[in-house]
């Protein structure tokens, strides 16, 4: 087989891709080849932290694709915001850092996944962090990744704070700590006033290493295989098609997404479905693309005057926004250095929960489906999202064409107790959203609820609600003896040597918490056991 080689390839260039080729890069012994789909990380709207607004709701940086129609919403189709570029969806993405609970990691190890329990895992999320606060034995100084709280953030954050306290959702420091239930002010991934993506803190600083190759616009067309072993890719860019070969391995790290379609369109997967597509099977595996989980996030709104500390679209909004931008430019600083996502708060919609099972994220912001419907005025928002969901859902291929998006369904709502525990968490925010602390700033409710009005909430949920941008699962990490494992706890794929998938794919279940230090997390350890087996 012709074509460049080098010892290891790794598909896909964004939270755990770029940990991967900076860690097997420091070894100067061997050759890594990092490919991304989309283009280099330079944009503006990247870099400022508050550009989020600007990619979430379109096709910058973004694959934004759709899922199919959704029973359990009434029959809409959702919205999915992936990262295209160089960081992947950290270089999209609202740079909260939030780990997940112990509970989660220990429980991956209880399905027969060893050395993911969180004692072991710990030492990788502390290797990768600089956190700027906390300094103890949760925390690391000095890793690629910045942690740092907010250092312009809304006054109205204070009025979220104190009304989760009066609704007896405790104020704490550190929900990546000792303790997670509690309302804080969100860890974030953003130094200097600009995103910290996974790109700016692995990648960067280390692309002039001889031994690292990157390479953008590049389309993974197909794993090239010979005798059940990954030998390359094949790739497609603009002056046409070329393949790649790999002396050791080839490391899928395309997310929940493209990771399982790469492996479909390779001929490794459920064998019927492959032959629906006239995809020629190299290897069975029935669990590729099954097991589909996502946090399904419901979103409250109230208007505010709009001369209140807050995003908006007014003549004093505007003004203040313009000043902002200025101030950024020369100095990295004010209302552009915003995540949006300020505060937020882990709490259980039941006493007789063992752990939080839901997560707020509060915003200054009017936010209405994911952005994509804008509104004048200004106000404040609130999204509340389930952690640990019971409906599992699929991805599938929609064509043999690898340009082509694939079929996702998440599944949302399927399982009725997800509805109702969503119903309780989002009876408990408007309680939060309507105490006495935000008496003197707070307007209509732009989609009018009853308080307390279960039947209501769970219909504007049907109507409104979905993703929190979580998707996980479709490579599932389990033994042998699990019928939809794809990868073993070395995240070796089953039946395939010398390929491996490394991203929130491999997550047997959804973590109690955003994804991207998770991944991160998953790129660390993986480097490591590949290191260790070289």
Known sequence: MGGKAFDYIVVGAGSAGCVLAARLSEN?????????????????FIHAPAGVVA????????WAFKTVPQAGLNGREGYQPRGKTLGGSSSINAMVYVRGHRW?????????????????????????????????????????????????????????????????I?????YNGAEQLGAFMYQRTIRNGERCSAAKAFLTPNLDRPNLTVI??????????????????????????????????????GGAFGSPQLLMLSGIGPAAHLAEHDIALQHDLPGVGQNLQDHI???????????????????????????AIGEWRRQRTGLVTSNYAESGAFFKSDESKAIPDMQLHFAPAIIDDHGRKPH??????????????????????????????????????????DLDDLARGAAIMQKVLTAAPFDAIRGKMLYPVEAGDMDAIKRDIRNRADTQYHPVGTCKMGPASDP??????????YGIHGLRVVDASIMPTLLGGNTNAPTIMIGEKAADMILQKD
């Open 484 to 493: 939809l494992a794809v990868v073993d706890a070395q995240l070796r794929v």
């Open 28 to 44: 100067p012994a061997v050759s890594v080849c990092l490919l991304e789909a989309g283009g280099p990380d330079k944009s503006v």
């Open 376 to 417: 004048l005025g200004h106000g404040y928002s609130c999204h509340v999202n389930l952690l640990r969901p019971r409906s599992r859902g699929q991805l599938t291929l929609a064509s043999k064409d690898p340009a082509a998006a694939p079929l996702i369904d998440p599944n949302f709502l399927a399982e009725p107790e």
């Open 216 to 253: 953008t616009g590049a389309l993974s067309e197909k794993v090239l295989l010979e005798d059940k072993r990954a030998t390359g890719v094949q790739i497609r860019q603009k002056q046409g098609r070329t393949t790649l070969r790999a002396r050791r391995e080839v490391i899928l790290s």
């Open 55 to 62: 990619m979430a709701p379109t096709r910058l940086n973004n």
């Open 297 to 323: 996030d419901y979103v409250q709104t109230f208007r505010v005057p709009s001369d209140t500390q807050t995003f908006g679209v007014s003549m004093s909004g505007i003004r203040r926004i313009a000043r």
């Open 104 to 168: 989660d990691y220990d429980h991956w190890a209880s399905l027969g996944n060893d050395g993911w329990d969180y004692n072991t895992v710990l030492p990788y999320f502390i290797r990768s962090e600089d956190n700027d606060t906390y300094h103890d034995g949760y925390h690391g100084q000095g890793g690629p990744l910045a942690a740092t709280l907010p250092t312009d953030a809304s006054d109205t954050n204070a009025l979220f704070l104190n009304s989760c306290a009066d609704n007896g």
């Open 170 to 174: 405790p104020i704490i420091e550190d």
